[in-house]
């Protein structure tokens, strides 16, 4: 069984798209049962819109893999602690288990929204933290 | 100019199309100086999508519509407060007023998440609140 940072590192390569396409370097995947059955990465500035984030396009490809729309046995893996909007999507979709890699201490729903995840969802945090945070500094660099 | 009456009762007409293809009934309109820029109601079900809450639809539509992502110059009417995700969505365009109908006291932003909205976002609460709130009971009567 592949662990959480196989996964964690399919993310970041969803993070690495967003990067190439200058949109903020966020990554994720959905697994069922040791399968990816979702991928997304933040496009907002591509799609211009504020809800395209990886996480959204993530749920919504798996969603639309399994036929249905609740994630209660999958893991989502997102390389930033997702934000309240996501937190709130996570919490619909029942998803079983939530792994982030960097905390994101200004706009991650842990701040706003500590209780926003369904009560059920198993967090584990600071997956690939480094490497995760590290392309996000790389990118806010590279704007400046 | 229109008042935000007027514009509940626009975000109401919305509600009624998801109440009558069996969706929970919840509908939003984004204005625009005086103009409807988005509409949207609940397509959760039809599209099998935990995201597609009204509010994220009538966003979508309005950035789509103005071809920039920010709505700091238009209203957002819901016709029942928006969950935890949606007031997430709301602050990211950074919306410039929202306005809704019935509260909601079990899934809404205001207890989950009371400070979630962007601090500039002027709120309007209870604006023909018993005419959506009734909607809502009503369907879940049917379903019972």
Redesign the interface.
Known sequence: MADDTFYMKQALMEAQKAFASGEVPVGAVVVCRDRIIGRGHNL?EML????AHAE?QA??AA??NL????LNECTLYVTVEP???????I???QTGKLVFGAADDKRGYQK??P??LHPKTVVIKGVLADECAQLMKDFFKKRR
């Open positions: 907002t211009n819109d504020v809800t959204m749920i919504t969603a639309n036929g249905g729309k609740y934000c309240v909007m996501c937190a709130g999507a919490a619909w979709a706003y929204a209780d926003a």
